[in-house]
T-cell receptor, first 113, second 114 residues
Framework: ETGVTQTPRHLVMGMTNKKSLKCEQH?????MYWYKQSAKKPLELMFV???????ENNSVPSRFSPECPNSSHLFLHLHTLQPEDSALYLC????????????FGPGTRLLVL | GNSVTQMEGPVTLSEEAFLTINCTYT??????LFWYVQYPGEGLQLLLK?????DKGSNKGFEATYRKETTSFHLEKGSVQVSDSAVYFC?????????????FGTGTKLQVIP
């Protein structure tokens, strides 16, 4: 595997379910990001981990819980979501330095019923 | 805070037409500027970037010049192809504490028809 991978690619869940999204980067980067992409809205930065430490939590509801066990893996744990949480969730990685390119995974398309 | 404004889409062009997608930004300091492209069913991928004023980024026939005086980073291509149909995002990054924070525009959908 190369680049940034995300699993699952598609997920349908009820509001009472608990699920997790997984992201893995094979680029040797030291920062990882979760973004939410909704129709007709800019990408929303949700969480940032730099050197495995969470450095940004952009006022995200507590029903989203990130985990970064090492520099290559990032998880987003989901529980009691709302229908408005349906979106494409993108993971990205980069080096921490200014001007470095962020590399994105293909995303997980989430539908909350 | 930082912000990025790009032209509303969708933009529909005939093959071989000239493309311009406008992008302006507001930022303190000296951000780096990017254009990312998203093809259907995929994540974003870097198209080009510029890290300081007057730099020109270029890739696959696309170009954009970092204009500090007009706070702009317009994307251009001389002759578009059907395969260029995608959503294009302008973005800036700024160093915030221990990481770089990227601010994205809303995206401009480009459709190229044969």
């Amino acid at each position: 595997e190369t680049g940034v991978t995300q699993t699952p690619r598609h997920l349908v869940m009820g509001m009472t379910n608990k699920k997790s999204l997984k992201c893995e980067q094979h680029l040797g980067h030291n920062a990882m990001y979760w973004y939410k992409q909704s129709a007709k809205k800019p990408l929303e930065l949700m969480f940032v981990y730099s050197l495995e430490e969470r450095v940004e939590n952009n006022s995200v509801p507590s029903r989203f819980s990130p985990e970064c066990p090492n520099s290559s893996h990032l998880f987003l744990h989901l529980h009691t979501l709302q229908p408005e949480d349906s979106a494409l969730y993108l993971c990205a990685s980069s080096q921490v330095f200014l001007g470095e390119t962020q590399y994105f995974g293909p995303g997980t398309r989430l539908l909350v019923l | 805070g930082n912000s990025v404004t790009q032209m509303e889409g969708p933009v529909t062009l005939s093959e071989e037409a000239f493309l311009t997608i406008n992008c302006t930004y507001t930022a303190t300091g000296y951000p780096s500027l990017f254009w990312y492209v998203q093809y259907p069913g995929e994540g974003l991928q870097l198209l080009l970037k510029a890290t300081k004023a007057d730099d020109k980024g270029s890739n696959k026939g696309f170009e954009a010049t970092y204009r500090k005086e007009t706070t702009s980073f317009h994307l251009e291509k001389g002759s578009v192809q059907v395969s260029d149909s995608a959503v294009y995002f302008c973005a800036l990054s700024d160093q915030v504490g221990g990481y770089q924070k990227v601010t994205f525009g809303t995206g401009t959908k480009l459709q190229v028809i044969p």
